[in-house]
């Protein structure tokens, strides 16, 4: 497997994309849980979180870290409360030695994708795939009706039309695929 490096540049925002163990649908039935799990890890690290999207078996956040060098360690931590606190029916019983060596449930996929975004073309991007990615996945016919995101928290703002989301909206990340 070849070396995976982050990269790091600090004072800047981050997107991530996190995946539950062979993408089991348990994100939406345990959201309060979920939403618990980073309240708690925010009293343990200093970050932002700018904008988030729950889907039944991953999640995309934008992250802006005090210390950008963190945010392994922050969605670790997100990825352990969870696991930790998860009812013991979602636990795969047919993990690997690998997983049990490192103390892993087979809850979450080990590893997560991340990308730091580096001016505000890029930042529009990915804020525009995190809020389009429930209809780009058919959990929900149109983004205002999804309420797992952030994206009413943008309309607030006048980030966005409340009925954003139509096909001439989405075509710059129409092909985007970060799971």
Known sequence: MPNYKRYYLEN??????????????????N???LRECFKKTLK????EILASVILPN???????????????KIIGLIK?????AINEKYNDKNISASKIKRK????????FYDHVIRDEKDLHTHLDYIHYNPVKHEYSES?????YSSFHKFV??????INWGQIEDVQHIKDLEYE
């Not at 983004?143 to 309420?147: A, S």
């Not at 607030?156 to 039309?161: G, I, P, Q, S, V």
Request: proline share 3%.
């Open 80 to 84: 352990k409360y969870f696991s930790y």
């Open 156 to 161: 607030k703002l006048k980030n966005y039309d």
């Open 44 to 47: 343990t690290f200093n970050f």
């Open 58 to 72: 991953h999640f995309h956040i934008i992250i802006k870290p005090e210390n950008i060098k963190e945010f392994p």
């Open 31 to 33: 959201i309060d849980l």
């Open 143 to 147: 983004v205002k009706n999804w309420e």
């Open 12 to 29: 800047c925002y981050v997107f991530i994309t996190v995946l539950t163990h062979h993408r089991k649908s348990i994100l939406i039935k």
């Open 104 to 111: 892993e449930k087979g809850i979450w996929q080990r590893r």
